[in-house]
């Protein structure tokens, strides 16, 4: 249902662009998050964004990362600028989705790694 992309190798200050796209016969699609996982941590949430548009974002994100929708794609990006090492990990996707009810879905991750 959630199939994420554009993970890869940046360097520090760098930028990359992470999409997420929805695929599957689906009535309409709550709220859309990025959260991601570092080896050996927890997974954490880095930003949501609801059907209406509002945002929020972890600390850590907040001033470097932004995220949108184009609801006529099915697609969430999660751009992200000045990059830093510790921003390395897995990028995963979540969304609600409904398909007659209510369901929540992952995407496979992607990972980003970024070289100081």
């Known amino acids: 249902q959630l199939q994420a992309s554009g993970g890869g190798l940046a360097q520090a200050g760098g930028s990359l662009r992470l999409s997420c796209t929805v695929s599957g016969s689906i009535f309409s699609i709550g709220a859309m998050s990025w959260y991601r996982q570092a080896p050996g941590k927890q997974r954490e949430l880095v930003a949501v964004?609801?059907?209406?548009?509002?945002?929020d974002y972890a600390d850590s994100a907040k001033g470097r990362f932004t995220i949108s929708r184009d609801n006529a794609k099915n697609t969430m990006y999660l751009q992200m600028n000045s990059l830093k090492p510790e921003d390395t990990a897995v990028y995963y996707c979540?969304?609600?989705?409904?398909?007659?009810?209510?369901?929540?879905?992952w995407g496979q991750g992607t990972l980003v790694t970024v070289s100081s």
């Open positions: 964004i609801r059907s209406g548009g509002s945002t």
């Open positions: 979540n969304a609600d989705l409904h398909e007659g009810r209510w369901n929540n879905y």
